[in-house]
């Protein structure tokens, strides 16, 4: 039987599993655990801005009902996201909080606000989930994994779905702007990275920096990239984007 939660009605009916393993973690252990998954509480926030947009383009645009259907869902997913990441940092000892997301980043126009946050993002989000769930060993930290890359995946296939419907032109002008949309969906990773502790504590779903560049690495390279040349654009020197990881 599967560990990740079902989708509840409503928020309060979230709850982790019991993990004494996170209890019996050393302070400084705990510590960076709270930190780290009350950190990504903001991003989960801003991804649900972010889908906001996207659902409103998918109605109008008249995709298929499916892609309005997953862009609508995904604003609600991602705010679950967040209050499950508030949950395990709060289980780690941090004060219960919920923040204000970041500002909304202006993706520009419908293009590059479906390939950076579908594509883009929430493919490299389900390769670092992965990731994080193959090391994890707390009971918690494992729900939680588990919870956000089932979700993640039907949240990338709105963007690939985006790039699908686009005529050869507007390949050919995506495949002229790849390099840069990938760079600058990358720089905020290279950020979190140069934040984090060398060690992680992977036991708890906080991975090295390292490790982190590796699964990225991967993802770009036999997800990302190969996905964009098999529906007709062109990725010329989008690769050299990978260098914005450090």
Known sequence: MSDAPSIP???GA???????????AP???????????????????????????VAQRAIA?????????LAARA????????????ALAERA??????????PPRDAGDDTALFVSSGCIQETLGSAFLQATLERAE??????????LLADEVDHARIGWAWVAGLDETGKVTLGARLHGLLAACLGPW?????????????????????????????????????????????????????????
Do not use: K, N
Not at 93 to 102: I, R
Not at 138 to 147: D, G, L, M
Not at 233 to 242: K, L, Q
């Open 9 to 11: 009605r409503r928020l």
């Open 14 to 24: 979230l709850a982790l599993p019991d993990d004494p393993t996170l209890e019996a």
């Open 27 to 53: 302070s400084g252990t705990r510590a960076l655990v709270a930190r780290v998954w009350g950190e990504r509480v903001r991003s989960e926030l801003a991804a649900a801005q972010a889908f906001t947009r």
């Open 61 to 69: 645009a008249g995709l298929p009902r499916e892609v309005q259907y």
């Open 75 to 86: 604003v609600a997913d991602e705010v679950r996201h967040a209050a499950l990441c508030a």
């Open 93 to 102: 000892g941090a004060a219960p909080s919920w923040p204000s997301p970041p």
């Open 138 to 147: 707390s009971p918690a930290a494992r729900f939680v994994a588990r919870a």
């Open 190 to 246: 290279r950020a979190r990275l140069d934040a984090l502790p060398a060690a992680g504590a992977p036991a708890f779903g906080v991975l090295a920096p390292a490790t982190i560049r590796a699964e990225m690495r991967r993802a770009l390279e036999e997800l990302v990239l190969p996905g964009f040349a098999h529906l007709g654009v062109p990725t010329g020197d989008a690769a050299r984007a990978i260098d914005a990881l450090g």
